[in-house]
């Protein structure tokens, strides 16, 4: 009797499920992220060999650009509902005689890089759409002693956020007069501890140096 040949087939595999998958979660990726905007000024942070990280939350930050300008960045703390950035330039406003509407503030808490205005044209810069308009605002803070406004920016986050923590991150090539003025202003606030944002770079170690 013959042995009965059973034909076989190759398995078939269905991939449009899987394809559809890869396309709602690349939707979705596209549609929550958030791009992070370039610094206003050009800013080469020079090199060290500490890995110790930045904090990711509780953190003001002085940026100093290569052409001098000043500019000041606070978050929001532990959580953004606090809306700690909010609550600064409300603050900020209330000691010029500034009077700042809810979206500006919105605005303002939602802008996410460094802000170098003066506090005189910052409706103007909450108002303005274009990124030229916006650039061209970015003058850098105030820092001379008739009007310090960063001294007043150190102040009313500390005492919003009386955790916050200071950080500087300066261009490399930067003048010292500056750097010199902006630390006066941290330790008239008495802010004497402070973190230094750097490069990262590795370090070369020969092994005849290691001592025994």
Not at 8 to 16: E, F, G, L, R
Not at 19 to 30: K, N, R, S
Not at 76 to 90: C, E, H, S
């Amino acid at each position: 009797m013959p042995k009965i040949k059973i034909t076989t087939k190759p398995p078939y595999v269905d991939m449009t499920p899987m394809v559809d998958l890869f396309a709602v979660i690349l939707i979705f990726l596209m549609l929550t992220t958030t791009f992070r905007i370039s610094e206003p000024g050009v800013v080469n942070a020079p090199y060290s060999i500490s890995e110790r990280p930045v904090l990711d939350f509780n953190i003001m930050t002085v940026v100093i650009s290569d052409d001098g300008r000043v500019f000041f960045n606070v978050d929001n703390g532990p959580d953004t509902i606090l809306k700690f950035r909010q609550k600064v330039l409300a603050e900020m406003g209330g000691h010029y005689g500034i009077e700042f509407t809810q979206e500006e503030l919105t605005k303002f808490g939602n802008f996410p890089a460094s802000i170098g205005v003066p506090i005189e044209r910052m409706k103007d810069f909450l108002s303005a759409d274009d990124p030229g308009e916006k650039a061209a605002l970015q003058t850098g803070v105030p820092v001379d002693s008739v009007d310090n406004q960063l001294a007043m920016w150190v102040l009313y986050a500390r005492q919003v956020n009386p955790a916050v923590n200071a950080g500087i991150k300066g261009d490399s090539g930067v003048e010292f007069p500056i750097v010199k003025r902006v630390l006066d202003v941290l330790q008239d606030r008495n802010v004497n501890k402070f973190n230094l944002i750097t490069s990262l770079r590795s370090a070369d170690v020969k092994l005849d140096e290691i001592p025994e």
